[in-house]
Nanobody, 123 residues
Framework: QVQLVESGGGSVQAGETLRLSCVAS????????MGWFRQAPGKEREGVAN???????YYRDSVKGRFTISQDSAKNTLYLQMNSLEPGDTGMYYC?????????????????WGQGTQVTVSS
């Protein structure tokens, strides 16, 4: 069983910065996908950034150049550096880990999820 705990969310103005963290426990190191998702009220949960099983990084188009995903394996921690935040980035942000091969940008290949951390960006 893998437990994921996110932190670092908050309320900021457009153009500001946040850094999200996700600490994993019970982590085997054999994961296929690891990434960040977000969900705004009334909308589907969408992929934001992820690593695949080759540790390649993927970003959704709307965050490219502004967000950076990284990991510290020694600390079992996943990060999401979010710069130049926009109101459209508002939502609950979740980290997730999956052990099935597939498109790591989609939520269907993820098994374990954190409880989420809220990000609110005002204009």
């Amino acid at each position: 069983q893998v437990q994921l705990v996110e932190s670092g969310g908050g309320s900021v103005q457009a153009g500001e910065t946040l850094r999200l963290s996700c600490v994993a426990s019970g982590y085997t190191g054999s994961r296929v996908c690891m990434g960040w998702f977000r969900q705004a009220p009334g909308k589907e949960r969408e992929g934001v950034a992820n690593f695949d099983h080759y540790d390649r990084k993927y970003y959704r188009d709307s965050v490219k150049g502004r967000f950076t995903i990284s990991q510290d394996s020694a600390k079992n921690t996943l990060y999401l550096q979010m710069n130049s935040l926009e109101p459209g980035d508002t939502g609950m942000y979740y980290c997730a880990v999956g052990y099935s091969y597939g498109n790591c940008a989609t939520r269907y290949y993820y098994t374990f999820w954190g409880q989420g951390t809220q990000v609110t960006v005002s204009s």
